[in-house]
C-alpha cells in the first residue's frame, strides 16, 4: 500500500480492484483499457463489482479513469485522444493522490486541421477531434512562466509513482461514459528512440498495484473527534443555521470537527487562514463549498441561491457555449468514514421557471414534499438513508461545486482566497439555506414553493 496523505484525523485508505475491459457484448470504445482503470463511476458497476458512489465524494456527472506507472530516465509518454463529444474533460497528475499539474479541456490544443470543441463558439459535432499530450515526469515551470504546449508535468513525489486521472462530464446524449470517443491511447518514447504503443507501453510502464485508492478514516475515529468537548455528539460539526465555507485543504476542513463548536475556537480557525491544496484527487479545475447537516434541527434543509450562467450541453447546442461557470452541481454525501456521494444535482437540473433562482429541498424520499418536484419550481436532492456511515443516521453533507470559472467571473468559489469571506465574494451565488419541516414546507403550495 503506497503512502496516503494524513491529516488531523489519521486517515486510512481503502484500496478496491477494477477490471479492466467493458462489458461483454457492449458496443462502442472500450471503457477501460491495460493503461486506464475504470471506468469508476456512479451509474454503473465495474466488472469486478466496484460501487463508484464510494470514491472520494464523487460528482454524479462525471465519469473517471486512473492510470499509475512509471517513467524510464528520459522516457516521455505521449497520450493520444479525441476529445469527448460532451460537457468538459481534463487530465490531472497526481502524486499519492495530492495534486501535482493538471490540463483543462481548453488548454490542449487540437492537431493541426482538427477542432477543440470545448472552446467557446466551437463547433461541438466536429468529426476531425485529435489531440496529444506529452507526459514529463518533471516538475511544472514556476508559477508565471510559459510552460510547453499539450504538455502534463507529473512528477512524483520520491518512491512514488505517476498518477493519472482522465475526466469526462456529461456525455452527449446516446454516447457512452467516454463520450464516444474513447480513452487516450499512451505512446512510449525511451531514450533509445524506440517506440511502445498501447499494451506494449503499458507492459513496460504500468505500476503492478492496479488498485483504486478511497481515503477513508475509522469510524471510531470519526465519532471520537466529533465528541471532543465540549462539542456535542449529537449535532457536531452541523449547526443551526447552517455554516457554509470553501474547501481549502484537508487538514483546514478536519480542524472545524473539533475546533468550530465553540465561538472562540472557530474565530482562532478562521484567522489562521488557509492555503488552497486541494483534496484527495481532487480537479483542479473545481472549487468546492461544503456545510455539515444534521436532522436533529429538521428533517429538510431548503436551499435557495441563484445559478451562474452555465455551459449548457444537455439540448445538444450545435457549438459550445459561452459561459461564466463550465458547470455547476450540488451533491449531498456521507462521512469520511465511507467517503459516498448518495445524490447530486446537475445545474440544468434546478433551473426552474423564475429563471435562475432555484430551491432545492434536501431530504430523505420519505420526507420528501409534494411541491418539492419541478412543476413547482423546485428540484428535490435525496439526504440519504445512511447519514455518515457510521451509525449517525441524521448527519449529512452537502457539496457545492464550480467548475472551469471564467477569468472575468469575480463571485465564482475560486475567487475566495480567505475563509469566512465566502458571502462577501459569492455574493448572488452563495447559497442559503434553513431548516424545516415537511409539513411547513408543503403548506407553501406549489405555486409559491419557489419563493
Known amino acids: 500500500m503506497r503512502k496516503l496523505v494524513t491529516g488531523l484525523l489519521a486517515a486510512g485508505a481503502m484500496a478496491l480492484p477494477l477490471g479492466l475491459t467493458s462489458a461483454a457484448g457492449a458496443p462502442g470504445p472500450a471503457l477501460a483499457t491495460c493503461f486506464w482503470e475504470g471506468p469508476i463511476s456512479t451509474n454503473q458497476l465495474t466488472t469486478r463489482g466496484f460501487d463508484g458512489r464510494n470514491f472520494n465524494f464523487p460528482e454524479e456527472s462525471a465519469t473517471y479513469w486512473l492510470a499509475r506507472f512509471n517513467l524510464p530516465s528520459n522516457a516521455r509518454l505521449n497520450l493520444l485522444g479525441r476529445y469527448p463529444h460532451g460537457r468538459y474533460m481534463s487530465l490531472n497528475a497526481y502524486s499519492d493522490g495530492a495534486p501535482t499539474d493538471a490540463l483543462s479541456d481548453i488548454a490542449i490544443k487540437p492537431l493541426p486541421g482538427h477542432t477543440n470543441p470545448f472552446i467557446a463558439g466551437a463547433l461541438r459535432d466536429a468529426p476531425k477531434r485529435s489531440y496529444h499530450v506529452r507526459v514529463l515526469n518533471g516538475q511544472p515551470p514556476p508559477s508565471g512562466s510559459p510552460r510547453a504546449p499539450n504538455t502534463l508535468y507529473a512528477k512524483p513525489s520520491p518512491g512514488a509513482s505517476i498518477e493519472l486521472l482522465y475526466r469526462v462530464y456529461e456525455p452527449d446524449r446516446g454516447l457512452d461514459l467516454t463520450g464516444g470517443t474513447g480513452l487516450p491511447r499512451p505512446v512510449l518514447k525511451t531514450a533509445d528512440g524506440s517506440t511502445a504503443k498501447d499494451a506494449a507501453a503499458c507492459a513496460a510502464i504500468n505500476d503492478p498495484d492496479r488498485s483504486i485508492p478511497v481515503q477513508t478514516v475509522p469510524a471510531a475515529t470519526w465519532q471520537s473527534a466529533r465528541s471532543t468537548p465540549p462539542c456535542d455528539p449529537q449535532t457536531n460539526p452541523a449547526y443551526d443555521p447552517p455554516r457554509w465555507e470553501r474547501f481549502f485543504n484537508l487538514n483546514y476542513a478536519q480542524l472545524a470537527v473539533v475546533s468550530d463548536c465553540t465561538d472562540e475556537g472557530r474565530q482562532a480557525r478562521l484567522e489562521t487562514g ?36 452555465f455551459a449548457r450541453t444537455d439540448t445538444n447546442p450545435t457549438r459550445m457555449p459561452d459561459a461564466k461557470l463550465r458547470f455547476w452541481s450540488l451533491c449531498t454525501g456521507e462521512s469520511r468514514v465511507t467517503t459516498r456521494t448518495p445524490d447530486c444535482l446537475a445545474d440544468h437540473q434546478v433551473l426552474n421557471r423564475s429563471g435562475r433562482d432555484y430551491t432545492v429541498v434536501v431530504s430523505r424520499s420519505s420526507d420528501r414534499p409534494p411541491n418539492a418536484r419541478p412543476q413547482c419550481g423546485v428540484a428535490w436532492l435525496d439526504w440519504g438513508n445512511r447519514g455518515d456511515g457510521a451509525g449517525d443516521r441524521d448527519y449529512g453533507l452537502l457539496i457545492m461545486r464550480n467548475m472551469l470559472a471564467s477569468p472575468d467571473f469575480d463571485h465564482a468559489i475560486q475567487r475566495v482566497d480567505q475563509p469566512g469571506h465566502e458571502r462577501e465574494v459569492m455574493g448572488w451565488f452563495f447559497p442559503r439555506g434553513h431548516y424545516t419541516t415537511t409539513a411547513a414546507f408543503a403548506s407553501r403550495g406549489c405555486a409559491g414553493a419557489a419563493g
Open 274 to 309: 488557509a492555503e488552497v491544496q486541494g483534496g484527495f484527487y481532487s480537479n483542479r479545475d473545481s472549487a468546492y463549498l461544503y456545510v455539515h447537516l444534521s436532522r436533529d434541527f429538521g428533517p429538510l434543509l431548503v436551499v435557495q441561491g441563484r445559478l451562474p450562467p
